[in-house]
């Protein structure tokens, strides 16, 4: 049956058109019900779908407690479901703005009634630039990032559920992420999920009527589905009858089920009438946006302001836009960082829990600026959410005076208030059960192990069994006379302290994509045993010939670079850097590209590495290991013995590397005074060369930071850490470095001059002077090369450590390095290496820029073809936001990982003494380092049920006197360091000061290594 579809559009010129487009209707299309005789049956042979149980099984349900099937509508996927599985919806919400759409009971956008206020994200351009607010004729689409849990339909006791085709398109129109779960659920023959295409069963196609939404429309092709199934099935010979149940959160739409004569429930009362799987109710999202209300509760936070209104007053001027960043060291505080180019408050400042009115970590927010005799200072002071006392807000009040002490004027700073949540950034959070001292009760406090998130209440049945366990919490919402938002339980991760546990907490709390790879995935590897085969060989230069080596830390295994240098006949040298080819292996578009781009980077823990590609290929046939013929990109010059360059070139080619060697070996090599072999010599050369570059790189005003990075040596049979020492860096080192620098300098310039709107480029942003203000130091910042020289002249004959110090503590005003489109930016100046291009293209085995940099220079050569979206920038921007992303987000793993293995060091080391150094003070803390370590810690000079000591608090030098002790920036301390495991949740590093000693006190220091600071560990990779 032929039937038609009639609608009308605007095009983008502003005409309106009618379109008229053919709809096919067929009655040959099965209900999925295996008891079903009436239904056309599929051909012999023919793969059939899984499909609906002839008796259905699954929970017994005291609601209905006949064999049943289970048809839930639009509304109950995309909101009843906690955002477990948002590592794609969680970078997608970080990548771009949102608002929500009105609405007392539905969302006005076409759907099946989603409770208001529902999540949107711009697609496409027109916004305003600067406030980044939405303007009218953009195009939204439903954001990932509040993915919703879809869980308890994954869990096993769920079965034979129907999933119509009009509620699947509503899905993938507005959530990917949870689209793509569905569809997984779907195919599990386990589950006995049935995907019925209602729209086009001839019984059940419905058209749309004159003035109904497409939202209604869609509400009733589901019930007329729901209504056609129950009478379907009445006409099958069977003792029992099989009936379908409605499961819908949209109180209209239930209500006209029941009209209808349609079993209908809430999935909340169909899950608690499974009355044999209790857990299941924990797992309930609160259907409203602001979360169940405490009876009777007082009102502690402003109203949110519409997001009608908020958008007409960015419009104005009157509020501002910007991201919500919490402050891990004071939960009463909290930065907006403005959206949009304007220098002026950039930064804005809130302070106090009214102020900061219920909005979450990267939270997109509206801010209303305060009078300029309101504005505050960052606060010095170290503020903890620690109460048990879950309302407690006389408390709060108390330690927000804290925060409003006499400040000098000239450190005031623009601050305002929250007045509107634009974009809910929320994720699931991994954390620990803070259980009620109420016995039996079932209301209890979830503590995040991210500080900045604040502590979320939850009811559960099972506060015994999760005790003690790391669990993941979904937060439903912040009602106004909470002091905490309402959440619900997720899943159990395992017990506290366990190190497979804690390396998956640290993995979904900094949104790693670690799943194992997929079988669609692993079918795009060569098959083996591989060879390389003749038609490899096109394109290729045979550099077998070579003495090609490489140089790498031990025990590396994913080789991404070899070298090599040989005197030529003219008199001149020959270098080159010999790149895996992972771009051969990778081809665009399929499973393979697709995981590689959506993870982004390899990361590198203490014990174990998160691929981004599959290890045939990152340990295997990619990896230029020794005594093996691999396919390598080369970039070779012509030197001087000067390191002056007179010619590049670029050319895919095959190489045999004679040695896999290590910093230390290769060190060795160049030091010894009998080895003279091709290698050998090669190597000296390289480092001769590369003496000069780096001499000629700081001249130019390249900086040269520190970083206290640190090497543990691990048991091997426990893998228990048993020793920790900072790295030592040597000449190779830097050889290698300053090779694969000037590699990625020649690309960049090669890509650029061939694809001026398409190189992939990466720049580093010249840090605001602002950001300098943490020195407390007269600086010269105006380049990088008055930087540089005023570093090198910070020397002092008493302090050797001083540079250091400066050169750490510089490192940390620096900005982030990130990736971009050169169609897409015009600054492309690289601020730490002093260079005026830069690009990634020597570690495609662990970064997929460079896998793009790859294809880029290759077609730049003539060596492979090009593809659509490698000449889009738009798509290559996009993309770009992704890989700045997942860099960030993998460095800060690394760092978690250090913290937590550092914690592992000392558990076994009781009491250890050691050299500190003061980093910072505040008013009532100092920040210590410990060089030996690595460690930095804060010094609290207020501890709970003690008399607080005497603080006097000077900002200008700075300077900190406890009693009659004076504390300043640099001073050297002695402090004893030990374990302190007695809070589970967040085990801290406990030391007492030595030196100098405070009359009549103990100086406790408090390191929470489950709260790293990002800048804490690691290295900015340039």
Known sequence: MLTSRTFVKRTRAGAVVKVVREHYLRDDIACGAAACRLCPRAAPGAASAPGLEARPGGAASSLCPGPHFLLPDTNLLLHQVSAAGAAEGRRASALGEARHCSGPERAPCGGSGLPAPCLLIPVGAGSRVGSGVALEGRVWQRSAGLVPPIDILEDPVIKNVIVLQTVLQEVRNRSAPVYKRIRDVIQNPEKHFYSFTNEHHRDTYIEQKRGETSNDRNDRAIRVAVKWYNEHLEKIEDEEKIQVIFLTNDRINKEKALEEGITAYTCEEYIKSLTANPELVDRLACVSDEGKEIEGGKIIFPEHIPLSKLQQGIKSGIYLQGTYRANRENYLEATVWVHGDAEENKEIIIQGLKHLNRAIHEDVVAVELLAKDEWVAPSSVVLQDDGQNEENIENEEEKENILKTSINKDML????????????????????????????????????????????????????????QRIIVAIDGWPRNSRYPNGHFVKNLGSAGDKETETEVLLLEHDVPHQAFSQAVLSFLPKMPWSITEEDMKHREDLRHLNVCSVDPPGCTDIDDALHCREIGNGNLEVGVHIADVSHFIRPGNALDEESVKRGTTVYLCEK??????????????????????????????????AEILKTRFTKSIINSRASLTYAEAQMRIDSVTMNDDITTSLRGLNKLAKILKKKRIDNGALTLASPEVRFHMDSE??????????????????????????????????????????????????????????NLEIKTDSAKALAESLDKAESPTFPYLNTLLRILTTRCMMQAVYFCSGMDNDFHHYGLASPIYTHFTSPIRRYADIIVHRLLAVAIGADSTYPDLTDKHKLAEMCKNLNYRHKMAQYAQRASVAFHTQLF?????????????????????????????????????????????????????SLTVEDTTLCVFDKVKVNVMLDDSNIQHQKMRMVLVEPKVRHKILRTILSFSNVKKSSFGKIEI
């Open 609 to 642: 590495r998160i691929d981004m590609v599959p290890e045939l290929l990152s340990s295997n046939l990619c990896s230029l290991r020794s005594n093996v013929d691999r396919l390598a990109f080369s970039c070779i010059w012509e030197m001087n013995h000067k």
């Open 906 to 958: 000392f558990k076994t080391k009781g009491v250890v003494n050691e050299d500190a150094y003061i980093l910072f003070v505040r008013k009532n803390a100092i920040v210590v380092l410990i060089p030996k370590y690595g460690l930095e810690g804060t010094v609290f000079f207020e501890e709970k049920d003690k008399p607080t000591p005497k603080l006097e608090y000077n900002s200008e030098v700075p």
């Open 413 to 468: 700073r623009p601050t305002g208030r929250v007045v509107g949540i634009i974009k809910r950034n929320w994720r699931p959070y991994c954390g620990m059960l803070s259980k009620s001292q109420i016995k039996e009760a079932r209301r209890h406090l979830f503590t995040p192990a991210d500080r900045r998130i604040p502590r979320i209440r939850i009811e559960t049945r099972q506060a015994d069994a999760l005790e003690g």
């Open 718 to 775: 426990t893998h228990d850490p048993i020793d920790l020492q900072t790295k030592e860096l040597k000449e190779t080192n830097s050889m290698v470095e300053e090779f694969m620098l000037l590699a990625n300098i020649s690309v960049a310039q090669k890509i650029y001059d061939e694809f001026p709107e398409f190189a992939l480029l990466r720049k580093h942003p010249a840090p605001p002077p602002s950001n300098y203000d943490i020195l």
